[in-house]
């Protein structure tokens, strides 16, 4: 057998010269929107509108229009919180862990991670602010001296979050920046335009895709991804700690921090994949974001849907094996009580479905995978449910239980949130290539990703 006959399968398919790579990547955003993208843009738009009535109805009412009741004073808008923050975790794994292990296979979708990574914290971030009761407010949960003498609660892990997660976002936005350099620099070369030439100039900061320029630009690439790679294992970890550092049944575990990794990691993939097979067959990204890469991506979410299903069943062990009644009873209860249809369908989401994926037919099968990926999402969003609101609503007095009910407002909320992301990424996907143009000419020129010094926009 020849040494061609055992190489791994090529990451980008087919032998499409430079000038290729630039036509074709940069298609979205040379050429008019269509139909189809207005249509979409609208409907996107619309959930978001839905989402800003309900909100701004909160702010005029108060929180009275949620579902929230005594004691479940935590629901809705803190899963949601947990929900996108977890989303937003693929990216920067994409990116920067696997750049620093040299996995080519993530050149075709790095880029497209990175950006919905920053939408996903974006819209984590408005939950808290809602859930503040004055946003207006929200700048005192820094420590900077005031005029009111307010200083903060360092021993509290809900300020634990705002350090997190404006870390994680700060270094995340600048590593997708950074990445992007080059690639502005190509369309503004391309750039019919005045007004597009203006604009990519000044977001290429010069670049000439001279060789000092390479250089710098590789090292400050690999610092980021140094600097990235932790934050993807702190954020969700921290996040964990608001529920692990109580005494409330149920949160009150020792799990809780790389459990909340690994469940974050699986859904930012799930999302991740369910938009890229969208986009890939749209914009005819096949031989780019290819069905290599898309099977890789299932046994990463394999491995992480059989690390949270551990997970769940090691939590009904701690539960017996600490002999606290009270634990014992969270447990029992979530299975078994009346939020058991919220359990299964967890169970089933993220346990039963992804083991299919030990199946290679079904890893390659586009709309198997798209499926098993929406229902990954589904069941991450009532894994957040299950855990805020089963323990909430049967604590210490059964004389205070009550049953958990959301609102119309609970769920335009939700509903707007996904219209902000979605709007967020119709908007990208027309200003910024969602693939890097750089890496896949690296790639093809046969170096590592971001170890080429040429720029390659004007090559035959």
Known sequence: MSIEAIKEPSVIEGRPT???????????????????????????????????????????YGIGLWGNNNPVGWAFDIINFVFWVGIGHAGTLISAILFLFRQKWRTGIARFAEGMTIFAVMTAALFPLIHVGRPWLAGYLFPYPNQHHLWVNFTSPLLWDVFAV????????????????????????????????????????????????????????LI???????????????????????????????????????????????MVQNVLIIIRKIFNFEHIITLNTLEKMNKIMLATGTMVGYAYGMEFFIAWY???????????????????????????????????????????????MFVIAVLVNVGMWFERFVIIVTSLAHD??????????????????????????????????????????????????????????????NEK
């Open 224 to 270: 980021l991804a140094g600097f990235a790679t932790p934050l993807v294992l702190s954020v969700h970890t921290i996040v964990s700690f608001d529920f692990a550092v109580s005494i409330m049944p149920g949160w009150h575990t020792t799990i809780f921090p790389p459990y909340f990794v690994a469940g974050a990691v699986f859904s930012g993939f799930a």
């Open 18 to 60: 430079f000038v290729d790579i630039d036509e074709q990547i940069s298609a979205p955003i040379d050429k008019s929107p269509n139909i189809k993208y207005f249509i979409a843009l609208g409907i996107t738009s619309t959930m978001l509108l839905i989402g800003i009535i309900c909100i701004g109805a909160t702010f005029f």
């Open 396 to 457: 210490f007095m059964p004389s205070s239980w009550a049953y958990y009910k959301p609102t119309l407002v609970d769920f335009g909320i939700l509903i707007g949130s996904f219209g902000l992301f979605f709007t967020l990424l119709l908007l990208f996907i027309k200003a910024m290539p969602v693939i890097s143009i750089a890496e896949v000419k690296a790639v093809l020129d046969g170096a590592q990703p971001h170890h080429t010094h040429n720029g390659g926009h």
């Open 166 to 221: 404006s870390t994680y976002f700060t270094v995340s936005f600048v590593f997708w920046y950074i990445g992007l350099i080059p690639d502005f620099a190509t369309l503004r070369d391309r750039a019919k335009s005045r007004i597009k030439k203006i604009v990519y100039s000044i977001l290429s900061l010069g670049w000439r895709f001279s060789n000092r320029h390479w250089h710098n630009y590789e090292m400050i690439y």
């Open 322 to 368: 600490s002999g606290s009644q009270f634990e014992s009873f969270v447990f029992v209860n979530r299975a078994f009580g009346p939020y058991a249809w919220a359990y299964w369908i967890m169970v089933s989401c993220n346990v039963v479905f992804p083991q299919l994926f030990w199946f290679k037919k079904i890893r390659r099968n586009i709309a198997i």
